[in-house]
């Protein structure tokens, strides 16, 4: 059996993860999963298999993976920052200073061992401001401790605790030394921090899409820096704060974006938070152009990337990270339907069906924000504006009625009532 496009009956899937994404899979119409060794169209894997199998895969023309071969060069902490930093000082020397500074967006960081010397240099010209530590390549808050004397990595230097998985060759780098923000945004004294999907079809050329919903993440505890040991006031992930000991799982610690843009549009009004995610839709594009000539890009790859954006009390966003498997477990009823509709509209996007003509600018949830350069909003009537007045074609934390656009764009599956 093969899959529709060329007339057959279904797609034949694998998926080696068991959350949110296993039951969307399971749902979709003509999908039909394949155990071991059978042969697939598509492939929902986690990076392990990735990094065993992949170079050893033929892929027929219509097959997709949502991983690409070196995705870690935009999810590793480490090589994210060395990207950008590269990527900023090409556009110094080949644009200027005032495109160069589009990309201050991300905190001062040094990938440690290799740049000891240098950090330490950055760390004795601020004495008393709070670093944080990180390991490149964990997730979900593990590992991460903020310090403000040098003793206390000079004792992580000393101690024996890098694990075997540091040893590993692929891991040259184990830690980034981060300068942290100290004067995050508060909302009822705590702090939080955006967590926004970007879906990558193609790098070459680059096309991106950005997904309207996405949470803030919040910490359980009162932000102060009179202790830089409580873990639940400075880290926000959600496998943190699940752990601490007054979180209730029905109220969870998420806002949904469009709550949060509302709350933020009421405080500080429209056209300052309208200036707001044009800041973090520069972001999304200037670090995906950052890996753009690195990435190995394959016909056969896409990749669905978490955004952590944390914003300052300035209102300037700044970049933590870029995961390159965010969770997809839910922790509240709001969150799974959430997320299962963003693994529908993936899917939608990806196209296995065929039923899309490529010329879409939108799909669902997802808006076209980048396709070989930036997308404009349909409403723009070029005859009256000058180019000032292009709106990006971006709605992050805006309406998101997927259900009725959906219905308008696509044909139904063969055999399928329509909805």
């Not at 589009?102 to 010397?117: I, M, Q, V």
């Not at 990558?200 to 009179?226: C, E, H, I, M, Q």
């Not at 990435?295 to 056969?300: A, L, P």
């Not at 299962?340 to 669902?364: A, F, I, Q």
């Amino acid at each position: 059996m093969l899959h529709f496009r060329e007339g057959r009956s279904c797609v034949r899937y694998k998926c080696g993860l068991l959350n949110t994404i296993q039951v969307v899979l399971r749902q979709r119409p003509g999908w039909v999963e394949v155990k071991d060794e059978g042969e697939w169209d598509f492939n929902w894997c986690d990076v392990g298999w990735l990094r065993e199998n992949f170079d050893h895969s033929y892929m027929e023309e219509h097959v997709r993976i949502n991983h690409f071969r070196n995705h870690y060069e935009l999810t590793r902490k480490n090589l994210m920052v060395k990207n950008l930093k590269r990527y900023r000082k090409n556009l110094e020397r080949d644009v200027g200073c005032m495109e160069a500074s589009k990309c201050e967006f991300f905190p001062c960081t040094f990938a440690l061992p290799s740049e000891y010397h240098l950090f330490v240099e950055e760390f004795k010209r601020s004495p008393g401001s709070t670093w944080i530590m990180k390991p490149v390549a964990k997730s979900q808050g593990k590992g991460i401790f903020l310090f403000r004397k040098l003793k206390d990595i000079m004792d992580w230097k000393k101690d024996g605790t890098r694990s075997e998985e540091q040893k590993d060759a692929a891991q040259v780098e184990s830690y980034v030394a981060q300068r942290y923000i100290e004067n995050p945004y508060l909302i009822n004294g705590r702090k939080f921090d955006l967590r926004v999907y970007v879906l990558v079809t193609s790098y070459v050329p680059l096309k991106a899409w950005l997904y309207r919903d996405g949470f803030g993440r919040f910490s359980s505890t009162r932000f102060s820096l009179s202790s830089i040991d409580d873990k639940y006031m400075h880290l926000t992930n959600v496998a943190v704060q699940k752990t601490a000991p007054d979180y209730d799982p029905e109220k969870g610690c998420k806002w949904q974006l469009q709550q949060l843009r509302r709350y933020l549009t009421a405080k500080h009004g429209r056209e300052t938070i309208e200036t707001l995610f044009k800041e973090i839709d520069n972001i999304f594009v200037r670090s995906l152009q950052s890996v753009q000539k690195v990435i190995i890009n394959d016909k056969h790859c896409f990749e669905l990337y978490g955004y952590d954006i944390l914003l300052d009390q300035n209102l300037k966003p700044w970049l933590i990270e870029v995961n390159a498997s965010p969770s997809h477990t839910p922790s509240s009823q709001e969150d799974y339907e959430m997320k299962c509709s963003l693994l529908e509209d993936t899917l939608n996007v990806v196209d296995m069906e065929g039923r899309l003509t490529g010329k879409e600018k939108r799909v669902g949830g997802y808006d076209l924000m980048w396709n070989d350069g930036p997308v404009y909003r349909e409403d723009v009537n070029l005859g009256t504006f000058g180019s000032a007045c292009f709106s990006a074609n971006t709605h992050l934390g805006c309406v998101n009625d997927r259900e009725k656009q959906l219905r308008r764009l696509l044909k139904p599956f063969p055999g399928q009532k329509r909805m």
